[in-house]
């Protein structure tokens, strides 16, 4: 007896899932059927941007291969749709007109791009038809579109100051188009980063090479191109800017509607538990980007402060590990083993991690309050839980910008700009969960010249050949004896008979003797 | 009357090339010295000096310059000892020695069966103490269980080279080949203090800029990338695969990759290009900690320097010694794959081989799984050939046995070894979760323990066989390139002492042994000759009248042919002659239990603890710590932290420092350190008792090559208010 597993949706979550399966299909305790809309099966979206500025290749971001999952025994679907959940019939309808039977359906739909109201496009949010010109950069085909453009130079204009939107202006700039991005509010990123970290970005924004139009309301795109296509996008002020291809990068909305159609719960996203089930539905469950992690039970304390969908794939990745993990158990009939499983841990705040080369930045969790706002440093601090603390270091002339926001000496939420190494240690942190040395400036000095190692030692007590142990008043002491070369101190001290990477430092100990004996 | 021997030195892989010369007159025993450092060395018996050869350039560490004041210890154990009830042990003849010997091998098979009886050889065994020992294991005392210190140092590099190559040579190019190279990646090995003469090699790619050195610690060696020599990079511990793959990806990912070669020469390659399509530098660096621009910059350098100078990747025992430690091993591989490395003209791939013999104890059958030649003991072929140079039917060789962390679990166990022989070897030191080990040895029947030394190991002994050490012997020896060596005798043993292949030939004749058992090392290397012919490590075209004329030997070296200096020239050891890609992902660690119930005091905290070495010190230090130079520079372990962690910790340099799990606990002072990360402390492994290092590891093994944990283990750390008793009794002991 083996259970009959359906995939919905095949992109990097799904893709895991399947890896992570399939031990399960070749002892054939499952059997495994995976349904993807594109005609590829799954690739590294996260890698589009890459790709549509021309720093990688399509065969590169492969992260599934059909056929060799087909030789593995998985039954894969390219190219079709799921049109609807018969929950009753334990079915899925194809847009082929076939159906699969499941015993457990998988939802990984992903998300579609938030696409905003403008004049000039088209606003059904399910099926947005977006003119010649203009883009939401999410499949290969949209890579296409934008490597034309920045392979011709042309100039792009990227709607949306979030991650995404950012990391694509500074590809395609540093590729060599002409990029300009828009976005509301006083700088990019908006509430995920501060004001200090925030007017940082945007000054590095701009020293690589992207205009950076802020506080503006966008309303309308004009499509006077000669192809008819894109060519400016229009603001609330009147002012239009003028461009080649219109790059929108709004944000992401989790893809539900299959879910809701077969009367699913859904808030943000698909509802699931914290064992990744449909609200009430056994036989269904969500992961990746269009699941919501929040469970049916009102007093759940971990369900209190979720956030809904991230739209980053690392907890989309976790969670398939985990679920593949569940699916086994039950595929193998042990119920109760898979009902002993721990839950999956609840995610931590997202971390986000500028993907771009001449620009580092790091920002993770709130970093709303500054170091002098006593209200909201405090708030919170009750029954014995310490007071939020901010150590904070901002030097915009030279692009640097840091803030650690701590509890206990435990990071709640970080920025980091413009220093990498920085960036890297609280990150891992941040993680970690660990505590901060109480001298927060280590932190800083990371990426600062004297952490590296100077050459050499100053001391004359101090080890000049470390393979042999030999002081440098050894070494003098030969030197004063007669010795006037390294291989005759080598022979009297054996100084530098190991690595020898100290015959330089031999070299100048003879010569400091004979000089000052000169003089 | 003056006379010297050109031989190489007693310790690591890199097995330097020195010259003993006997004094004309020896001097008179040393006075005794004042102060703490015992007075146990006399004057040494011969003189050392380095001698040109292609690896050492005439080079010697602290270690070589230091190693005749051993031949004359005061502490050299010279004639068989008996424990007595008393657990004292005191001397006995060899007649009687070997006959207890021999009496507890029939006694245990007579009880509790053949595989009742063990063996743990060593990597710093002879290429013919290694061979006879297999041989003796499976013929003399019939037993499967045979294993080897090895499999704490290369058997997860050893895999991974077998699966991607098909043949594991550490270096699979000599080791001048790397003076040329403009790029050099260095994974987890810090030869700066392991292996110094070493450092010589790295030197082109130092002037180049492309010395790149990954360690979590800031070494000696990672130091050597300071002024423009190269870059550091310092992953979170037990990171290094993550780290791999962040390179692969960026390799595939910026069009670095050598198709031709991957087409050409490789297998595998889309599988490796999908797994690695998930590690973006971004997303390494959040799980590493080394910053994305590092991660390209070094991808591109290695993509550079295989254009033009030369590439090498090396990895180590920091990568390796981990439960992933083959798929680490195996990342590295792919990585040096993607760049066409292996097998071209003057790049490659290579791990640095660590004890003295490692690569020829790897070789000979001393593993488990293992017949002479690096043949695989399950492989019926295999079997028929050995079987038919030793002249007995091949039912008589058993299969295979356990690995090494297996074969210690088993220790005194109800249907484990009762009766253990051990040879080069002080795994009650060495080995992970050390007390777990001493626990074991002390619930055996009978424990014979062949040593030069009272070393922790032997002193649990209930016979301590007294043998050679490398001044007294001939044999050969295979250094960390593939190249066979000659050992050369240069003074007489002491009187009562034996070499191993002696001790073999008598207990074999008391067992009554099929086949034979030579004490003549010469005799015993024509013996391997044969049993290796054919297989992957082929040394049938070799013998001592040409190593003894100077010729460079590297294996496979079949008769009639000239050796091999460079593998893979023309493929590699698969049948259809390419390298295997296999994609590796980081699984999930189980964590590794720091017992929250122990040590919980107040002021204690959670660390990273990871193990190694110092320049002073070899392996467990049962030699090193008994050349009085060595101990005065190193007299004792010390807990490197960073100010930071002592700070948190409330403790200053000097201070004494617990550091505990729910395996042990080590006490010992602590150094302060920024070349340390935070929340890791480093303890070096050489030192026992309740300095030892290997009380907090834990002996989860790679699933693959049966490596434990070495690098990556939990531990509470606490100030210790006073040197408490133990501690200084273990001092005393130690003296």
Known sequence: MSEQIVIVGFGPVAARLVDELLPAVRGGQARLTVVGEESEAAYNRVLVADLGVGRTTADALALADAADLAAEGVDVRLGVRAKRVDRARQQVLLSDGTAVHYDRLVFATGSRPVIPNLTGINPDPASPVLPAGVTALRDLRDADVLRRAVDGGKRVVVLGGGVLGLETALAAAEEGATVTVVHNGPHPLGRSIDRGGGAVLAAGLRRCGVRVAGNARSTG??????????????????????????????????????????????GTGILVDHRLRAHHEPHIFAIGDCAEVRCPDPGCAACRNAKGPSGLVGPGWRQAEWLAGYLTLLAEGKAAEADLLPALPPEQPAVVVLKARGLNMAVAGDNAADPWDEEALTAGAVNGR???????????????????????????????????????????????????????????????????????????????????????????????????????????TRAGTGCGGCHEDIKGLIERHFQAAAA | MTKSADTHCPYCALQCAMTLTSPADLAPAAQPGPGPVPALN???????????????????????????????????????????????????????????????????????GADSVGVFGGGGLTNEKAYQLGKFARLALGTSRIDYNGRFCMSSAAAAGMRAFGVDRGLPFPLEALDAASTILMLGSNVAETMPPFVQHLQGARHAGGLIVVDPRRSATAAFTADGGGIHLQPLPGTDLALLLGLSHVVIHEGLADTGYLQERTTGYDAVARSVNAFWPERVQSLTGVPADLIRETARRLAAGAQAGGSYILTGRGVEQHVDGTDTATAAINLSLLLGLPGSARSGYGTLTGQGNGQGGREHGQKADQLPGYRKITDPAARAHVAAVWGVPEALIPG??????????????????????????????????????????????????????????????????????????????????????????????????????????????????????????????????????????????????????????????????????????????????????????????????????????????EMTLITGRLLEHYQSGAQTRRVAELLAAQPEATAQIHPAAAEALGVTAGSLLSVANSRGEVVCRAEL????????????????????????????????????????????????AAPDSARMLQQTEAS
């Open chain 2, 400 to 605: 295979p046995g356990l690995p090494a962390v297996q074969l210690l679990k088993s220790l005194g166990q109800p249907d484990g070894v009762r009766c253990l022989f051990v040879h080069a070897s002080n795994i009650a030191v060495a080995a992970p979760d050390a007390n777990a080990v001493i626990a074991g040895l002390r619930s055996l029947d009978f424990l014979v323990v062949c040593d030069f030394f009272m070393s922790e190991t032997a002193a649990e002994a209930d016979l301590i066989l007294p043998v050679l050490q490398w001044a007294e012997e001939d044999g050969t020896l295979t250094n960390l390139e593939g190249r066979v060596l000659r050992r050369r005798r240069a003074i007489s043993p002491p009187a009562g002492a034996r070499s191993e292949l002696w001790i073999m030939a008598r207990l074999a004749e008391r067992l009554d042994a099929p086949s034979t058992y030579s004490e003549d090392p010469e005799t015993v290397f024509e013996e391997l000759r044969l049993a290796s012919a054919g297989g992957l490590a082929d040394y049938s075209g070799i013998d001592y009248a040409m190593l003894d004329r100077g010729e460079a030997a590297y294996w496979p070296y079949p008769a009639g042919s000239t050796g091999t200096p460079r593998l893979f020239t023309d493929g590699f050891a698969h049948p259809d002659g390419k390298a295997v890609m296999v994609p590796v992902v980081p699984r999930r660690r189980r964590p590794s239990a720091a017992d929250p119930g122990v040590n919980a005091a107040a002021g204690a905290r």
């Open chain 2, 42 to 112: 006399p004057a040494p018996a011969l003189e050392v000096a380095g001698r040109d050869f292609p690896t050492n350039r005439g080079g010697l560490c602290r270690k070589g310059w230091t190693s005749p004041t051993l031949l004359n210890h005061a502490g050299r154990i010279t004639e068989p000892l008996l424990k007595g009830p008393d657990g004292v042990h005191r001397p006995i003849g060899w007649d009687q020695a070997l006959d207890l010997a021999a009496s507890a091998v029939r006694d245990a098979r007579a009880r509790h």
């Open chain 2, 673 to 720: 350190s920024t070349a340390i990360r935070a929340e890791t402390v480093f303890l070096p492994f050489h030192f026992p008792g309740s300095e030892s290092a290997n009380r907090l590891t834990e002996a989860a093994t790679d699933p693959i090559s049966g490596m434990p944990e070495f690098k990556l283990n939990t531990v509470w750390v606490r100030p210790v």
């Open chain 1, 221 to 266: 795109v004009e499509h006077n191109a000669p192809d008819g296509g894109f060519s400016a996008l229009l603001l609330d002020d009147g002012s239009a800017i003028d461009g080649d291809l219109l790059v929108i990068s709004c944000g992401v909305r989790p893809r539900t509607e299959l879910a809701e159609g077969c009367g699913l719960s859904t």
């Open chain 1, 386 to 492: 310490p007071r939020l603390q901010i150590a904070q270091w901002a030097d915009p002339e030279h692009g640097r910008y840091v803030k650690m926001t701590t509890r206990g000496g435990v990071l709640e939420a970080l920025v980091s700009v413009g220093m990498p190494r920085t960036a890297a240690e609280l990150v891992g942190l941040f993680e970690r969960g660990a505590e901060l040395p109480a001298d927060r400036s280590l932190l800083l000095r990371l990426d600062g010249p004297d952490q590296i190692p100077g050459a050499g030692t100053a001391d004359p007590a101090g080890t000049v050949c470390r393979c042999a142990g030999v002081s440098g008043a050894a070494i003098q002491g030969a030197v004063e004896d007669g010795c006037s070369t390294v291989a005759e101190v080598s022979k009297a």
